[in-house]
């Protein structure tokens, strides 16, 4: 029988909801039997057909947010005269159309050009790709920092916000492998490609809508630290900026993340951190020295299994600038507790340990701070589904133009999708979904009495919806 696969938020199979069928099963009559592909006569057509149906309504979309607009006012100015034909402004929705579509490389818009509707909205005539690269290098630092700024803008969507009574905003790094020669492209951290040359960039994440809020290209060679801190200032400052007064900001960061100047810019912007500490010898010894631990969950022989505590310990850098941490450890004897940290001989714990400025409960903050775990998703999908680590050409302010380029498209994916389809949305459909969904929808582009029409399938009900 057919896999009739349940969405959360729908109750339907996944196929209703992109307009196929459902299987016939038991009620087909007799067994299925293939037919022999040799017997289906292929012949070319003259109608201009389409596999990128969904690019028009994502199209109007862009118009409503005004996105043509703010492209043209912002970077107008890197490519202008009387002889220009493809404005800058015109080859960034271009690109942004092409990310959506699926193609994350460059080259790939050679194979778009072949499609009608595609050609038809980037205005009659696709570039070719030499000039879309000589474009990407018109960028330079001013206009990266305003295409960034962008970015975060279409990642805080404030409606979207507003039903929110908490946000939390979780900064990583990643490493992007990269193969050839590309500016910056160094030697450094790698765990999966060791000695291969790499970027490393800085990605920040709204877990309430799955969206960029932040990103910032650097070689490969650079760690995070305190260094840092400035640009992780600036991001915490802006989402900040994007609540309202009652609304919590919760900024969550890996063990890298415990460093006093990044801790006090968060602080510093009332916002209140979650970060996983180093576990330095001094900082192992207070744990380990640490009597009183309260149970909070138990075994079925009423043993504890975790318990939690607050440890009395503060670095000498935080006392210095008057940085007030909390210091919460959990033991557990559960296993699959991730990292295995033994401090007691003659326990089974393994330990973990956070520092934060909030006064929740210590069980909380550890739980809070789980919850970080789907920015790995995610940074995931934005390699494999955008294609972040596809850098195009070897100049670096080109690359990381190209890299905010594909971050802009998912969030304006992910607002669109929000907007067309919330039960997708909802539902945290990863990008290949919504393309099948919301974009990759066959149809056929027709011109009568001097206006184009797209005819798409019926069944497509998240195409098809009536105006």
Request: a positive charge; one cysteine or more.
């Amino acid at each position: 029988m057919a896999s009739t696969t349940i969405t959360p938020s729908t109750g339907k199979v996944r196929r209703d909801v992109i307009g196929g069928k459902r299987g016939q099963g038991k009620h087909w009559p007799g067994r299925v039997r293939r037919p022999d592909p040799a017997k289906i006569e292929m012949k070319p057509t003259s109608e201009k057909l389409t596999g990128n149906g969904g690019l028009v309504r994502f199209g109007r979309f862009m118009r409503e947010l005004r996105v043509p607009e703010d492209l043209r006012r912002m970077f107008h100015g890197l490519k202008g005269g009387p002889l220009v034909v493809y404005g800058m402004e015109s080859q960034i929705q271009l690109l942004v159309d092409a990310h959506v579509a699926g193609e994350s490389r460059v080259f790939g818009i050679e194979a778009l050009a072949a499609d009608p509707l595609f050609e038809r909205l980037a205005g009659g005539t696709v570039p070719s790709v030499d000039t879309i690269y000589r474009d990407l290098g018109r960028f330079d630092e001013r206009a990266i920092a305003t295409l960034e700024e962008f970015v975060a803008k279409h990642g805080l969507d404030r409606e979207a916000l507003r039903r929110h009574r908490e946000h939390h905003l979780d900064i990583d790094t990643s490493v992007l492998s990269l193969t050839g020669d590309h500016e910056k492209a160094r030697v450094g951290y790698n765990p999966q490609h060791h000695r291969r040359p790499s970027l490393h960039p800085i990605l920040a994440r709204s877990a309430e809508l799955d969206t960029c809020v932040g990103a910032f290209l650097r070689p490969g060679d650079t760690g995070f630290g305190n260094d840092d801190a400035p640009q992780v200032a600036r991001i915490v400052a802006r989402v900040k900026s994007a609540l309202t007064p009652k609304q919590k900001l919760y900024v969550r960061i890996d063990a890298a993340g415990d460093c006093t100047a990044m801790m006090g810019g968060i602080a510093a912007a009332d916002a209140r951190f979650v970060i996983k500490a180093r576990l330095t010898k001094d900082l192992r010894d207070a744990v380990a020295g640490t009597a009183k631990w309260r149970t909070v969950d138990r075994d079925a022989v009423d043993r504890p299994v975790t318990q939690v505590a607050e440890i009395e310990f503060a670095r000498e850098e935080w006392t210095k600038i008057g940085l007030a941490v909390r210091v919460v450890a959990v033991r557990t004897k559960e296993p699959g507790a991730g990292k295995q940290v033994f401090l007691w001989p003659d326990e089974e714990y393994t330990v973990k340990v956070y520092l934060t400025n909030d006064a929740e409960p210590a069980e909380e903050v550890a739980a809070r701070y789980e919850g970080r775990a789907g920015v790995e998703p995610l940074i995931a999908e934005w390699k494999n589904g955008w294609g972040i680590g596809d850098m195009p050409c070897w100049a670096f302010d080109a690359n990381h133009a190209a890299l905010l380029i594909k971050l802009l498209a998912h969030n304006l994916m992910r607002r669109f999708a929000r907007a067309v389809a919330p039960r997708l949305a909802k539902a945290r459909w990863r990008i290949d979904w919504l393309r099948r969904a919301l974009i990759n929808v066959a149809g056929k582009l027709v011109r009568s009495g001097r206006q184009w029409s797209l005819l798409v399938p019926e069944a497509s009900e998240l195409v098809c919806q009536r105006e």
